[in-house]
């Protein structure tokens, strides 16, 4: 039976290694996890939108689409 996809977003000081318990815990009851990269931060003065990260997660999603 399909799930609803459950999507974790780290913030700037984070990576993925943040979600590693909740992944675990996912993971045990079935569900499939997958990393997504949206982009790379170089400095702490980038001027990075929400639309902007909306649509870098969309490619993203297209390109693991594929």
């Not at 913030?11 to 997504?36: C, D, M, P, Q, V």
Request: charge should be positive.
């Amino acid at each position: 039976m399909p799930t609803r996809p459950i999507v974790f977003v780290h913030g700037y000081s984070a990576s993925e290694r943040s979600f590693a318990k909740w992944r675990e815990i996912l993971e045990a009851k079935g569900h499939e996890a997958t990393n997504i990269h949206v982009s790379t931060y170089q400095f702490l003065t980038n001027e990075v939108t929400i639309r902007d990260l909306a649509e870098a997660f969309d490619r993203a999603l297209r390109v693991k689409a594929g």
